[in-house]
């Protein structure tokens, strides 16, 4: 392995959760009269931590969202997670060849730790992720696209920033990988390849994954 640390993004690398995170949110925004559809959704807010939403309504529209919108949001959200929430098809794969092989990982999103760990559970993802190994926007001053978040994950697992590969989905995360320095391999599953310009690599299917970092 070429690499030191493996840094996964949580949402729709490891968890499948961006349909339905960001239909709820569309929904969401649409009821509280900002009319977003899922598209607009995934465009604008797949893999940022929600100060974007709040910063992005304000900026359009000169309107603050409800002060009770977070709470209200991942309400919806972890409920629905309960219901159908799935493992990103190929994950556990990439995690066991990583444990196999000693390669140090860890897990840092753009979600609370909340979220992650409640993705986690339902998934059962949470038997590869102890407490030492998830970093989330909530843990620094600024989310992706910024790269404080993968560089906070890094120093945290003692490994030089170059010496790691992120593995992300978003346009945002793909960014704040390249500022911090970091090799990125853009996971095109859900998101147009066209999108994630600044990937060291793109694939496709987590199961091609192991074989690009080795």
């Given amino acids: 392995m ?3 640390l493996v840094i996964f ?9 961006e349909p339905i995170s960001n239909t709820l949110l ?3 925004l ?3 009269g900002h009319p977003t559809s899922y598209e607009d959704s995934l465009r604008d807010y797949m893999g940022a931590a929600m100060h974007r939403v709040h910063d992005t309504v304000l900026e359009r529209t000169g309107q603050r969202l409800p002060a009770d919108f977070d709470d209200v949001f991942h309400a919806r959200v972890f409920a629905a997670f309960e219901r159908e929430l799935q493992p990103v098809a190929g994950a556990v794969q990439v995690l066991e060849k990583l444990a196999a092989d000693g390669v140090p990982y860890c897990v840092a999103s753009s979600g609370s730790h909340e979220r992650i760990r409640v993705g986690h559970r339902k998934t059962g993802l949470d038997r590869w992720f102890d407490d030492g190994r998830i970093f989330s926007s909530q843990d620094v001053g600024r989310g992706k696209p910024a790269p404080d978040l993968f560089l906070y994950a890094a120093e945290r697992m003692g490994v030089p920033a170059e010496r790691c590969a992120v593995v992300e989905d978003s346009p945002l995360g793909v960014r704040a990988a390249n500022a911090a320095g970091m090799d990125v ?3 095109t599953a859900m998101t147009p390849a066209d999108r994630l310009t600044g990937a060291t690599e793109l694939f496709a299917d987590m199961g091609e994954l192991a074989d690009l970092l080795a």
């Fill in 185 to 187: 391999y853009g996971f």
């Fill in 9 to 17: 993004d949580n949402d729709g690398v490891l968890v499948d959760s």
């Fill in 2 to 4: 070429r690499y030191d």
């Fill in 26 to 28: 569309a929904a969401y």
């Fill in 30 to 32: 649409t009821e509280l």
